[in-house]
T-cell receptor, first 111, second 111 residues
Framework: DTAVSQTPKYLVTQMGNDKSIKCEQN?????MYWYKQDSKKFLKIMFS???????INETVPNRFSPKSPDKAHLNLHINSLELGDSAVYFC??????????FGPGTRLTVT | QKEVEQNSGPLSVPEGAIASLNCTYS??????FFWYRQYSGKSPELIMS????GDKEDGRFTAQLNKASQYVSLLIRDSQPSDSATYLC???????????FGAGTRLFVKA
């Protein structure tokens, strides 16, 4: 029974396109996150939602827009994709202030 | 800027040896610390959490925390080739409501 799931697992697209990544957790956690892991493997937080409310919005281009329809779902929409957006995007959930549970990741390649 | 620093490695140890992974953190207010393991192409998974000064043992893993020195370590006893992975140290930023990850240390266990 998957705890944090993401779709799609792989995403290959061209510059300028718009794409979405979906995330769902069945752990009952209040907080969900989006992270970006670049080619150097550094894991950087992008957004955090607590009970559907945005609580963290790091310095991320406004081409990235998260949406949380309910506390079990956190989606990420990216407009006008650029080459530099190529990375692995991880969704995670946690009880506030505690350990995080990561989804399997979405490998985005922009050509 | 709150940071978690780790030696990127690679750290290479022979099978059966003790692997010692270290990190330091800049935010003296952090109270929660975590070690995650990330295999190549996979998502990070939590292996240890520690909240109090001293040692915490779980099987072959021991986490150590020294808040006065702002230092966290992870010892892996009887290292196995299957322990070869990148180990991410993380600290929870209470004021920022987010977890700050180090860049990770790559560990190789040679058979």
């Amino acid at each position: 029974d998957t705890a944090v799931s993401q779709t799609p697992k792989y995403l290959v697209t061209q510059m300028g396109n718009d794409k979405s990544i979906k995330c769902e957790q069945n752990l009952g956690h209040d907080t969900m996150y989006w992270y970006k892991q670049d080619s150097k493997k550094f894991l950087k937080i992008m957004f955090s939602y607590n009970n559907k409310e945005l609580i963290i919005n790091e310095t991320v281009p406004n081409r990235f827009s998260p949406k949380s329809p309910d506390k079990a779902h956190l989606n990420l929409h990216i407009n006008s994709l650029e080459l530099g957006d190529s990375a692995v995007y991880f969704c995670a959930s946690s009880p506030q202030g505690s350990e995080q549970y990561f989804g399997p990741g979405t490998r985005l390649t922009v050509t | 800027q709150k940071e978690v620093e780790q030696n990127s490695g690679p750290l290479s140890v022979p099978e059966g040896a003790i692997a010692s992974l270290n990190c330091t953190y800049s935010d003296r207010g952090s109270q929660s610390f975590f070690w995650y393991r990330q295999y190549s192409g996979k998502s990070p998974e939590l292996i240890m959490s520690i909240y109090s000064n001293g040692d915490k043992e779980d099987g072959r893993f021991t986490a150590q925390l020294n808040k006065a020195s702002q230092y966290v370590s992870l010892l892996i006893r009887d290292s196995q080739p299957s322990d070869s992975a990148t180990y991410l140290c993380a600290a929870y930023d209470t004021g920022g409501f987010k977890t700050i990850f180090g860049a990770g240390t790559r560990l190789f266990v040679k058979a």
